[in-house]
């Protein structure tokens, strides 16, 4: 099993834990990817820097967004694609005003 991080950014800790997340937050920070790292990767794509609603962090990608239409401190919710059989990723898409 992975651990969340090899190390804690503020202190260089190694005990550190999972914990669990609603799964809402803002956009803290973004930038558009347009060169994927390999061919089969579409572009452009965005990769975003999420601020969850507990307070922590997260790097991840924000999908059903144009990079022209992504803004720092847009809220997002979670949701979860597949990679293969057993490994889904977490990626964040525009929240639904309600
Ligand atoms: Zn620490």
């Not at 950014?9 to 994927?36: D, E, M, N």
């Not at 990679?83 to 977490?90: K, M």
């Amino acid at each position: 099993v992975f651990n969340p991080a090899l190390v804690c950014p503020f202190c260089t800790g190694t005990a550190l834990t999972w914990r669990v997340s609603g799964g809402r937050g803002r956009v803290h920070t973004l930038t558009s990817i347009h060169r994927a790292p390999t061919p089969d990767v579409e572009t452009p794509y965005v990769v975003a820097v999420i601020e969850l609603e507990e307070g922590w962090h997260m790097l991840s990608n924000l999908v059903g967004c144009p990079p022209e239409d992504a803004r720092i401190d847009m809220p997002v919710t979670v949701e979860f694609v597949p990679v293969d059989e057993d490994v889904w990723l977490p990626v964040f898409r525009p929240a639904v005003a309600s």
